[in-house]
């Protein structure tokens, strides 16, 4: 079975700070990995996907298959980037079913 | 186009009562997730259903159970509830199996077991 860890419940940064929110994933296939964002009274929408490889409001992730990691990161916070974040991972021949870890609140103080 | 929408926005059951949870998907999206996030975790799958069906289905007991409709649109239902169900209530649709699709959600059902 697969599994998603997102070791930091809470990241606190200052504007303008560089960002890295870490996850890692077990599985013994080939994953697909998410990043979803829930700003504050929104609803849980998408922000990237690694097979897309492209910066999604300033922030990238990498997959590294070799250290089963998707970090995302952002060079230079902003006020607005603050949310909870989730890493998700797709199994092969999983459909649409998600596997979520358990969040990352980032608070991006002025 | 309103996205998913998802009803009703809160409810409060007691231990042993039945529940049912209802969604619509978005437009042009014929496949619905439903997902139950616990406070302080990340949202957990509990099945999806595509042409009326489960399709497939995560590590949640028989006592959840769903339906899809012709409209596409989807229910969960919950019988014999227990305070651990107690939970926020995603409704996610996309357009087919494959997996290929985003994935839309709705904001959630809000469930209180007392």
């Known amino acids: 079975a697969q599994r998603v860890t997102q070791p930091e419940k809470l990241l606190s940064v200052f504007k303008g700070a560089p960002v890295e929110l870490k996850c890692n994933y077990s599985?013994?296939?080939?994953?697909?990995l998410f990043w979803y964002v829930q700003y504050s009274r929104q609803r849980l929408q998408l922000l990237l996907r690694h097979i897309s490889r492209e910066s999604i409001k300033g922030f990238t992730a990498d997959l590294n298959k070799g250290e089963t990691s998707f970090h995302l990161k952002k060079p230079f916070a902003q006020e607005e980037d603050s949310a909870m974040y989730y890493c998700a991972l797709r199994a092969n021949n999983a459909g649409n079913m998600l596997t979520f870890g358990g969040g990352t609140r980032l608070m991006v103080k002025p | 186009d309103a996205g998913v929408t998802q009803s009703p926005t809160h409810l409060i059951k007691t231990r042993g009562q039945q529940v049912t949870l209802r969604c619509s998907p978005k437009?042009?999206?014929?496949?619905v997730s439903w997902y139950q996030q616990a406070l302080g975790q990340g949202p957990q799958f509990i099945f999806q259903y595509y042409e009326e069906e489960e399709r497939q289905r995560g590590n949640f007991p028989d006592r959840f159970s769903g339906h899809q409709f012709p409209n596409y649109s989807s229910e969960l239902n919950v019988n014999a509830l227990l305070l651990g169900d107690s939970a926020l209530y995603l409704c996610?649709?996309?357009?087919?199996?494959?997996?290929?699709?985003?994935?839309?959600f709705g904001p959630g059902t809000r469930l209180t077991v007392l």
């Open positions: 996610a649709s996309s357009s087919g199996l494959a997996g290929d699709h985003e994935q839309f």
């Open positions: 599985y013994s296939g080939s994953p697909e």
């Open positions: 437009s042009g999206h014929d496949t």
